[in-house]
């Protein structure tokens, strides 16, 4: 049997616009190619992820069934534009914090990125070869998460990052135009 390849995508400013903690299915805006983006990466025949760190549940900013409502809400507004059936696969979200206030989420986690916990974890449920996939974020955490798991990487952006990523683009479509099709 052979493995299964995947590109994992951060949440917040890889797919949809959020600089900060959002809770709120009605808030949730597409950023501009992210759902051509999608298309293009599952028209290669790539298997689409959710990676995202959700520290606002340990917060206390919004619950988990906010949370889950906000992730069911991006993956309607890509059906939509789309026109694909559950374009993301699966949505693997880290609501621990350090930092929290609410104890059952007070925590560092595995999950929590730049930890490559959520990444392991898909890989695990999904048979994912790793080192066929790529990491697709905006962040230096997303980075360093892809990396330790042993994925290429594609930031979006063009801020210093450590670890350095395997490429940079500006948006999801040029990201997906960049890594192509998954076969070797």
């Known amino acids: 049997m052979s493995l299964a390849h995947a590109v994992f995508l951060d949440r917040d400013e890889t797919l949809i616009a959020n600089t900060g903690d959002l809770g709120d299915p009605e808030k949730v805006v597409l950023l501009q190619e992210a759902a051509a983006g999608v298309r293009a990466l599952r028209d290669a025949g790539w298997m689409l992820f959710v990676v995202t760190n959700q520290g606002g549940v340990a917060r206390g900013a919004f619950s988990i069934d906010d949370m889950d409502a906000t992730h069911a809400r991006v993956q309607a507004l890509l059906e939509q534009e789309t026109g694909l059936k559950q374009p993301i696969e699966a949505f693997y979200a880290c609501p621990w914090h350090p930092d929290g206030v609410v104890k059952a989420f007070t925590q560092e986690h595995n999950w929590r990125k730049p930890s490559p916990g959520m990444l392991l974890a898909a890989a695990d449920a999904f048979d994912i070869d790793l080192q066929a996939s790529w990491l697709v974020g905006d962040a230096p955490r997303d980075i360093a998460a ?17 670890p350095k990523p395997t490429h940079r683009c500006s948006t999801l479509l040029q990201a997906a135009q960049h890594i192509g099709d998954p076969s070797p």
């Open 146 to 162: 892809g990396t330790a798991a042993g994925c290429r990487t594609v930031l979006l952006g063009h801020g210093v990052c450590t």
